[in-house]
């Protein structure tokens, strides 16, 4: 299931009050979209990593009032009001601890405490293919889920990472190399690979500004052979014609060659398009990119103009968008 769905689904799952186990590869974004879907519905996300978490830290530690046993209950576990308490990495807690809370998990009990009415559970753990650390669910405990599968997808990615200002060579390679957004082969023992998760980490390291080091980072983040490829796309990236050049000369500006190029460019253009008039300047340069490629589907143009519908909606009243709008619209619905 995408992110998209995923996140369809978990509204309803909250609404209808039922525990969802999500399953997915690591750091494919299962506790981001967790997290999004709660501050979507002005809901408390309280976090909690099981597989760090001891039984006694579920139960609490027990004393004795008046010779009778009572349990100190854990302050993590919420007492009222309303939100999604988010099991994380659960699979890859021991059985013990797993047979602790599910309990919790269907009765919304764990001993003398009640989970508030307001309260809903999701989890989410690794997949058993993945050779992460995970331990097989008990079929108690996996009987008490809604389960659904975490599925990477390159379009949600995108409107994801326009809206946390990933760098748009990124998200201009992945849109020319989109099986590298998530290559992962556990038969390999690689200690790096392409995940969403990692690519966030090189847009970080890129904006720290460590060129000196840039190649042995990239690497040690997405791995070798998709580095290679991305710093072989950055230099491409970087050769690219003026930005302010093209507002400025756009049926004149030279046009970059290569599909890689041409994604690059498109991706840089929709970042730097603040005002009608360099809108129109650069619609007007990617039309001379379609003619110069000979294709029938402007497609770098739809890539353009769905990234500035994401970024910059406002600028969909200008005279450029309208007129492009009414002879290819049909193109960028959904």
């Not at 039922?18 to 976090?47: F, H, N, T, Y």
């Not at 909690?48 to 001891?54: A, M, Y």
């Not at 331990?135 to 990615?157: K, P, Q």
Request: hydrophobic residues 45%; contains cysteine; neutral net charge.
């Amino acid at each position: 299931m995408i992110p998209s769905r995923l996140k369809v689904a978990l509204k309803v799952a909250i609404k209808a009050r039922r525990p969802v186990m999500i399953w997915g590869s690591p750091g494919v974004g299962k506790s981001a979209v967790v997290r999004q879907v709660a501050d979507e519905l002005g809901l408390p996300c309280q976090d909690e990593r099981v597989s760090d978490r001891d039984p006694v830290d579920f139960r609490g530690l027990p004393h004795i009032v008046d010779g009778v046993t009572q349990w100190t209950l854990p302050g993590f576990l919420p007492r009222d009001g309303q939100g999604v308490l988010f099991l994380d990495e659960i699979s890859a807690a021991p059985p013990s601890v797993q047979a602790v809370v599910y309990q919790l998990i269907l009765d919304r009990r764990l001993g003398d405490y009640t989970l508030p009415d307001g309260w809903v559970i999701l989890a989410a753990g690794n997949l058993d293919s993945d050779r992460a650390v995970v331990h097989r669910m008990s079929t108690a405990l996996s009987n008490r889920f809604v389960h659904l599968t975490f599925d990477v997808d390159l379009c949600d990615w995108v409107i994801w990472a326009l809206s946390k200002g990933i760098r748009p060579e990124i998200i201009a390679f992945l849109r020319f190399r989109p099986e590298l957004l998530h290559s992962f082969d556990p038969a390999k023992g690689e200690k790096s690979f392409p995940t969403p998760r990692t690519w966030e980490f090189v847009s970080d390291l890129m904006k720290a500004d460590g060129q000196d080091c840039e190649a042995e980072l990239i690497q040690g983040a997405v791995g070798a052979g998709a580095g290679v490829e991305f710093l072989g796309f950055l230099r491409t990236f970087r050769d690219l014609p003026e930005i302010d050049s093209i507002f400025k000369d756009p049926k004149g500006t030279i046009i970059p060659k290569g599909p890689g190029a041409l994604y690059a460019v498109c991706s840089a253009l929709a970042r730097r398009v603040t005002t009608h008039a360099t809108f129109g300047a650069a619609l007007e340069y990617l039309k001379r990119i379609r003619l110069a490629s000979g294709n029938e589907a402007p497609e770098y143009q739809v890539l353009f103009v769905k990234d500035i519908i994401r970024l910059r909606p406002e600028l969909r009243s200008c005279a450029a968008f309208v007129s492009w709008a009414v002879a290819n619209g049909w193109l960028v619905k959904g």
